[in-house]
Structures are given as C-alpha cells and as structure tokens.
C-alpha cells in the first residue's frame, strides 16, 4: 500500500495487488453492517463500556423507531466532521462544543510535525493537512474506502442539551473575534424576529443581547428555512457524523472525558497518563448544574419539546435522558 500526498490534490491510497483480491470490491467498508465487538476484550472494563455504547448505536439504527438515516456510501461524504490521521490509522468525527478543539490539538501534538507556539490553526483544514491530518473533502473515493475498512473510526459526544447551552454561552453571549460572524449572522437574525421594537439596525463591537429561550425558539422555529437555523456548531450528531452509516469502533463521551482519553490514548496513541498530555484549549468552566437549569426553566415548554423532538435520535442513540434535572452534574 502506497500513500501519495501532493500538495493540491487529494490523497491517493493504492492498494498492493494481493490487498486488491484479498478485499476485492469492498462495496461498504466501514460502513454500519455489523458491530466490531471482536476487537475488545471482553473481560476489560473500559472495552466493555465501549461495547454497550456501540450496541445502543446499533440497535437504534435498525430498530423499527422510525430512523430514515441513508446508509450510502455517498452520504459518509462529511468534509467538516471527518479527520484522517493516517499515522495513527484513526478518523475522528470533530463536533464543536465536545472538546474539539482539545481533540485536534493533541492530533496535531502527536503528529510528529508540531512547530512553534500554541494555540494551533486547528479548524484551518490547511493547516491540519500540513501536519499529516486530513479533512475529509480532500481524500479520494478510494482513500475515503480504504480508511473507513482499516482505520480505527471514534466519535466524542456530550448531553445534547447542555451541548446547546455551551454553544448559546460560546458564540452569543460574548462579542469578540472569533464570534463576530455569529453576532452578525445568527444574533441579528434572532433579534430582528423576536425583540421587535428593541432590536438594534447597527451593533459595533457588542451583542444583540440574544436570551437563551430566545435562541432555542430560533433553532425549533419551523417557519424559518433550516439553512439560517443550522450551524455546526449546535447541529445534531447524526448530521454531523453520520452514525448510522459508520461504523465508530470508540463512542467517547464528554461526561467520562478523562477515563476515555486515558484509554484511546494509550491504546491507539502509546501515550500513558493521556489527561495529563490532552490540551484543555478552552479556559471557560462547564456550566454547572444550577447555571444549567436555570437557564432551561425559562424556557417554554413548547419550544423545549421542539427542541427534544429535533435531537431525539442524539438522545435515544447516547443513552441521554431527557429531563432536565437530569443535565450532568
């Protein structure tokens, strides 16, 4: 197996002629067909969490529930999510506001080609291919089926609910430079609707003192195109990854953050001690429990069931419960 990297074009992964026949057409590789439950020790503790977490995954997603998720291999093409590490033989579904950030870092880290002070460019895809971390719009077809086949695939989620409230906090509460374009894009938007007379025409350097009710009335608002509602940012799990369609060998979640990474890295990384390695990129504290529930309870109880019903495959598919005084601690 060769792998060709030109600066401009996308990687090409030819396989020697014995791999050829020995996986001949491989229709789907990596694709949801089965669980890989062989590849963990079932008498290991960690393994077998994994195990339960993938079983969830898959019965949701050949249940009769009412999922419609495609299962075409065309439909794995998910440029923004997916990053290839082929050093490290790993692709990892990158969600915002799931420690993504601390995530690429430590790729780039153990990439062998880290230069210079941190923070890392991590969301310039430019410059994570400069480290040997490719997005996934920039692999061939067959680079794309070679690595879903052999690569370990993992996926990191947080509760659904709390995930919001983070990505609310991150880009509408605060005016900076990196939130500008939400501002702008997402708070006007908001503001305009639902303030009426009190919305600004111009904001220099400031906030459109968006609320949090007002925020999630916007996601849930049916009459609004979905295209000025979505970001990436607060996108569901099954948009930005695709789980019904790969097949994650890992499920790490963002309430057993530290356990998780101990294990991936040491597995998958030879790196011991991986909490003490892994980057915590963003200063801000988790919202607590109280901040949590109170900014829930002054949100209508309509919208907030829109809002369930929108992620209810993120809940179902997680292990997530729905209640609110049920938020992670």
């Not at 291919?129 to 993992?154: M, P, V």
């Not at 294990?263 to 200063?283: C, I, K």
Request: charged share 25%.
């Amino acid at each position: 197996m060769f792998l060709v990297i030109t600066a401009y074009t996308p990687i090409v992964i030819s396989l020697s002629d014995s791999e050829s026949r020995r996986s001949g057409s491989v229709p789907r590789p990596g694709l949801r067909q089965a669980t890989s439950d062989s590849i963990q020790d079932p008498n290991d503790t960690w393994s077998r969490i994994q195990g339960e977490r993938r079983r969830l995954v898959a019965e949701k997603c050949t249940s009769e529930s009412g999922y419609t998720f495609q299962r075409s291999f065309q439909d794995t093409d998910m440029p923004d999510s997916l990053l290839v590490d082929p050093r490290h033989r790993i692709i990892y579904c990158a969600i915002p506001k799931v420690a993504c950030s601390s995530w690429k870092t430590l790729l780039v880290k153990l990439s062998g080609r880290a230069t210079g002070k941190k923070p890392y460019a991590v969301h310039d895809k430019r410059f994570l291919k400069s480290k040997g971390i490719f997005a996934w719009d920039l692999l061939s077809e067959k680079a794309r089926r070679y690595a879903l086949e052999k690569y370990t695939k993992f996926i990191v989620v947080r509760h659904p609910l709390e995930r919001l409230l983070s990505a609310y906090r991150d880009k509408l509460v605060v005016y900076n430079r990196w939130t500008r374009s939400f501002q702008e894009r997402y708070g006007r938007n908001i503001a305009f609707r639902y303030h009426g007379n009190r919305a600004r025409t111009t904001h220099r350097k400031s906030t459109y003192n968006v609320t949090f009710p007002e925020f999630l009335r916007f996601l849930a608002d049916s009459s609004i195109p979905l295209s000025e509602r979505t970001n990436r940012h607060w996108d569901t799990y099954q948009n930005l990854c695709r789980p019904c369609t790969v097949n994650y060998d890992h499920v790490i979640k963002f309430e057993t953050l530290a356990d998780d990474v101990d294990e991936m890295l040491r597995r998958y990384f030879s790196v011991a001690n991986g909490t003490q390695v892994f980057p915590r990129r963003n200063s801000k504290p988790v919202p607590s429990r109280s901040l949590q529930n109170s900014q829930y309870s002054g949100v209508p109880v309509d919208t907030l069931e829109k809002i369930r019903a929108m992620f209810h495959a993120d809940f179902e598919m997680f292990g997530y419960r729905k209640e609110i005084n049920l938020l992670p601690s």
